[in-house]
């Protein structure tokens, strides 16, 4: 399942926020990326919060060169409380789920 709610301001500031959770069957082989084979809860079961800010300067019908300067400037961080069934040591290598946690930046431009 994976739910996100946004809330577009003015045409021009984008706020979102998410939550995804994955859960399946437990497969030992398929679902352990550590060094001793099964040691993973051998489970697909990950579940996650994401927050994102975009700010789009040319959104307004009547801004610069509209509809051709389409522009999207945004910052994305993802929480992960459990990933391949377990919220610490996943892998067997010491891998909590909260390293898989990112920031991500990002320009997008549609011509």
Known sequence: MHVNVDYTWRHQINASLGWLDTRGRRDAT???????????????????????????????????????????????????DNFNGRSRNYDGDNRDAKDNNTLFFYVWLAI
Do not use: C, H, I
């Open 30 to 80: 398929l679902y352990s990326a550590g060094p001793v084979e099964g040691y993973a809860g051998g489970r697909p079961d990950s579940r996650a919060f994401t927050a994102q800010l975009e700010v789009m300067p040319w959104g307004k019908a009547d801004s610069f060169a509209s509809p051709l300067a389409n522009a999207r400037l945004g910052v994305q961080y993802t929480k992960y």
